[in-house]
């Protein structure tokens, strides 16, 4: 596929989840509230690294990571940032436990969004992963912003407005705040969650 911007190509795998508008809408509004300047910026939960890679082509200052569940989802988004000429740094790994001693300027997701039992199941288990709560939940994605995100910094979270209400509680239990809430044109079924981290950095 081409880039929603008309640079670079992207290469998908046929099993998995297919790249979405939600994918463009989060990494346009990335672009547009955070300027190109040294971030370090992970994409957690990056699949086959469309939003990093759209990311990094249009913010090369930035140092960009993305970590992933599913080791061949991986490999591909290594394969798509090396047929862009980019260095991001593509990671295997579960959100479960991951964390960076450093620390990320900013993290942007678009995790899996239904709940385990909640809707039609697709056959294409990595497409399950990817959509449903199965490998990972909401609790898991807000644990690991609380563990890597630096003090006073930004992450900005892709959910249905429908997930808001425990989306709160989950960052009630840690020193994350819910800055904005900004919607989703390109898919009207979701809402970015602009998120701050108020954890003291030791």
Not at 42 to 71: E, F
Not at 147 to 169: C, H, I, M, V, W
Request: charged fraction near 20%; charge should be negative; hydrophobic fraction near 40%.
């Amino acid at each position: 596929m081409t880039l929603p911007f008309g640079e670079g190509i992207f290469w998908q795998a046929v099993d998995a989840q297919a790249v979405s508008s939600a994918a463009n809408c989060l990494q346009s509004t990335a672009v547009e509230l955070f300027k190109d300047e040294p971030l370090r910026v992970l994409d957690l939960g990056c699949g086959s690294g469309i939003v990093a890679v759209m990311l990094a082509l249009q913010r090369p200052h930035w140092k960009i990571t993305g970590i992933d569940i599913q080791a061949p989802l991986i490999d591909l988004a290594l394969e798509n940032a090396q047929l862009n000429s980019l260095k991001i740094d593509f990671l295997c790994a579960d959100l479960k436990s991951y964390h960076d001693p450093v620390g990320f300027d900013l993290i942007v997701s678009n995790p899996p969004w239904l709940c385990k039992d909640s809707g039609h199941t697709s056959p294409r288990l990595s497409k399950e992963h990817s959509r449903r709560e199965i490998l990972c939940d909401m609790h898991d994605v807000i644990a690991c912003l609380n563990r890597n995100l630096k003090s006073g910094k930004d992450a900005l979270l892709l959910y249905p407005p429908q997930r808001f209400e425990q989306l709160q509680t989950e960052c009630s239990q840690y020193l994350l705040d819910i800055k904005a809430t900004l919607f989703c044109a390109e898919t009207q079924k979701h809402n970015i969650y602009h998120i701050k981290s108020q954890r003291m950095t030791p």
